[in-house]
């Protein structure tokens, strides 16, 4: 009789226990279904134009601005400054790919709408960025070692002085030559690959927001995003700057990149119906080439823009000035932190 007197206490108590986790079930059930929200199309259009309009605008200040100030006398490669900007734009880039690039990539392999196996079991992304900048690391050196063995078969060999059209060439002035030739296919093949990087993330960027019916997550976005691509332009117009592209390549590599966010937030805008962020494909397909860029853009933030300068012997025989580039490097670290903080991008 007396264990009769607890059934309403157990029934309650189970009762209780149900009603406070059955939110949490059907959280964990419906996460992964496409969500369809009652929003005003027409606002979030709207928004998303003026997104589009910010974004291109940014962009395009940022990646011109480093190509309209190179012939200014202060900020040539000579310069101590011009160390102190490098230094900024490289932890601009370092800090997007480790705190913006690669958390991404790792909520989109590790969602719960993927299977447990292979995802589960495996830290893909680690992996594919860890692979992708080995692979930037050997496309680079081919590149450079390519251009380097085709300089020294055009060569000829050089005893003394060799006669130019000009005059007299000592055989220093074609070794000087050559070092500058290479020097400047690294920089253009720096450029390209940083670029790549950054697009590849960009276009993701711009699909998510265009097709985001969530005017809470569309707004702040809007100046988060604006600030993010005017720092990623400083750094790679930086780059492009000191690949001395002809007029018509540069104007190229400036478009493409201010146009790459504004065209995904137009491609996300129309297909805002059918895509679904949730879904398996687009998680493993935003995963991987999130891995991948993140690893394109820490091995160039850290070994072609950092280790470049930092050992420069400009900056080892100046305490001031070394020091210098580790605020700017820092400072460009911050801007990019703050905005993760403050974007949540």
Known sequence: MSNLQFHPYRIFTISSLVILFQPLLVFSRCICEKQYKDENTSQTSTYKAIAMASILVASAIGVSLPLLLKNVSALRPERAIYFLIKAFAAGVILATGFLHILPDAYDSLKSPCLSENPWGGFPFTGFIAMMAAILTLMMEAFATGYHRRSELRKAQPVNGDEESDGGHLHGSAFVLERSNSSDLIRHRVISQVLELGIVVHSVIIG???????????????????????????????????????????????????????????????????????????????????????????????????????????????????????????????????????????
């Open 207 to 345: 699909i998510s927001l265009g097709a985001s019916d969530s005017l809470k997550t569309i707004k702040p976005l809007i100046a988060a995003l604006s600030f993010h691509q005017f720092f990623e332009g400083m750094g790679l117009g930086g780059c492009i700057s000191q690949a001395k592209y002809k007029l018509k390549a540069t104007i190229i590599m400036v478009l493409f990149f201010s146009l790459t966010t504004p065209t995904g937030i137009a491609v996300g805008l129309g297909i805002s119906k059918i895509y679904d962020e949730n879904s398996p494909t687009a998680l493993v397909v935003q995963g991987v080439l999130n891995s991948a860029s993140a690893g394109i853009l820490i091995y160039m933030a850290l070994v072609d823009l950092l280790a470049t300068d930092f050992m420069n012997p400009k900056i080892q025989s100046n305490v001031r000035l070394q020091l210098g580039a580790y605020a700017t490097l820092l400072l460009g670290a911050a801007s990019m932190s703050v905005l993760a903080k403050w974007g949540g991008i």
